[in-house]
């Protein structure tokens, strides 16, 4: 029910555009995250977009960095990711819930995952 795209490998300063498609039952009134894992880490809350699109809320060390957008039409969310270092290294993850959360026990629905490699 969602399906995460867009990983890939890239260089220390490059960008990546993560997208995570979204059957319309979940998409429509869910607030839509992302997540990252690390190997040998917990999983990390990136960011956080709500389904009217008027907050969002991202985790210090990508803020600035990276966008978290979405188009309700296409049941899609996004995440813009621009000078990507070595420590964005990881699983990303999109998820879905009822509540506009950075904890991810509150989340009930989640993509695959989508490898992100940055090199030095």
């Known amino acids: 029910q969602l399906q995460a795209s867009g990983g890939g490998l890239v260089q220390a300063g490059g960008s990546l555009r993560l997208s995570c498609a979204a059957s319309g039952q979940i998409f429509s009134t869910y607030a839509m995250a992302w997540f990252r894992q690390a190997p040998g880490k917990e999983r990390e809350f990136v960011a956080v977009i709500s389904w009217t699109v008027r907050d969002t809320d991202y985790v210090n060390s990508v803020r600035g960095r990276f966008t978290i957008s979405r188009d309700n039409a296409k049941n899609t969310v996004y995440l813009q990711m621009n000078n990507l270092t070595p420590e964005d290294t990881g699983v990303y993850y999109c998820?879905?819930?009822?509540?506009?959360?950075?904890?991810?026990?509150?989340?009930?629905?989640w993509g695959h995952g989508t490898q992100v490699t940055v090199s030095s």
């Open positions: 998820a879905a819930s009822q509540y506009y959360h950075r904890d991810y026990r509150k989340y009930n629905y």
